[in-house]
């Protein structure tokens, strides 16, 4: 049997209606309940849910560090709650998974921004040492997306969902090349998960505005992190764009999100395969969710993101990506990036 969770659902209005969902005797029987928000929204959230959790405990989630995880987990332990349900953004939910993962009780999901794939992931992303580190974890038990907070949530948070998701495509390339060139097992399920949920974004003439959209967009993220369930690794949404992501978040921390840099990362990569079409279609997809294409556009200089092109593979040792197979030279790496810099730069 696939791992995947019990139920999933779009709407408006997800987050007041949260007890109906626990009212599921496959997610919730009689045992207590907790509900973890983050500082931004709590007081908001913890009014809404109040009519229909009357028995629940809230707790706040300081930020998305494995102190503040470890905190909350200490908490649930301390309870007994038979499930944690996790409302906010990518950090509370993120640090909700690791505290129910040790505290050892299911976790619900409620999304309330569309930022990347890590809603329904197999990890965590948590501040750790000064740094960021991805620590595995069970996928949540059931998920929801509220529309409502979705339409409030910036929009560069919004459409960075659009980048992260449009990377898969970038990274199932990169998995068949491993698979090719080295003997890597490869999962056709999880690739095809993966890339359906790119594909069912990436010719869209709608965008954030459109609750149509916005449905498509949060099922292609929630398709994305169980694709990776499947693969029993980040594989299927993670190669050279996603290693330079993370090398571009270690030599210059704060430049830009997760999202946007993966969609750069994914350009670049096309870029580097000489795959005109995709790339186009890529560059196309990020220039029309107003996504950045080129380091310029987020602050960084053609050698500063040559620096962290060839720190890329360091930050996923043993993975094998376009980046690993070209092995080209600071000299040559610098010369591709001026030439994409040329083609696509404003």
């Not at 095809?192 to 010719?203: C, D, F, K, Q």
């Not at 992501?245 to 750069?264: K, R």
């Not at 060839?310 to 610098?334: C, F, K």
Request: hydrophobic share 40%.
């Amino acid at each position: 049997m696939l791992p995947a969770p019990l139920t999933m659902e779009v709407r408006r209005g997800a987050v007041a209606q949260l007890g109906a969902l626990l009212a599921d005797s496959r997610v919730a029987t009689s045992g207590r309940v907790a509900v973890a928000v983050g500082p931004g929204q709590g007081d908001h959230i913890e009014g809404l849910i109040a009519p229909t959790l009357e028995e629940a405990e809230v707790f706040r989630v300081a930020d998305g560090s494995v102190e503040a995880a470890v905190s909350l987990g200490a908490d649930l332990r301390k309870g007994a709650y038979e499930v944690v349900v996790g409302v906010g953004g990518g950090r509370t939910i993120d640090a909700t998974k690791y505290a129910a993962s040790l505290a050892g009780i299911p976790m619900v999901a409620v999304a309330t921004n569309l930022s990347h794939d890590g809603i329904c992931s197999p990890t965590a992303s948590l501040v750790y040492e000064g740094g960021k580190g991805s620590f595995g974890v069970p996928m949540p038990l059931a998920i929801l997306v509220d529309l409502d907070f979705v339409h409030t949530a910036p929009d560069a948070l919004v459409r960075s969902g659009v980048g992260d998701v449009v990377s898969n495509l970038s990274a199932i390339e990169d998995w068949q090349l491993g698979n090719m060139e080295r003997g890597e097992p490869i999962d056709g399920l999880a690739c095809s998960m993966a890339r359906t949920s790119a594909e069912a974004l990436i010719g869209r003439s709608d965008s954030i505005e459109s609750d149509a959209f916005l449905t498509v967009l949060a099922e292609s993220l929630i398709l994305s992190g169980m694709s990776m369930v499947i693969a029993g690794s980040s594989r299927p949404s993670s190669g050279g764009d996603h290693e330079i992501l993370h090398a571009v978040d270690q030599l210059f921390p704060g430049t830009s999100n997760h999202g946007e840099l993966a969609g750069i990362g994914a350009a670049f990569c096309f870029f580097l395969r000489e795959d005109q079409p995709r790339l186009t279609q890529v560059v196309g997809c990020l220039r029309q969710h107003q996504l950045p294409v080129t380091p310029g556009d987020i602050g960084l200089s053609a050698q500063q993101f040559t620096e962290a092109v060839m720190l890329a593979p360091s930050t996923r040792p043993g993975r094998y990506t376009i980046l690993e197979h070209l092995r080209l030279s600071e000299s040559e790496v610098r010369d591709r990036v001026e030439s994409y810099v040329r083609a696509f730069g404003s």
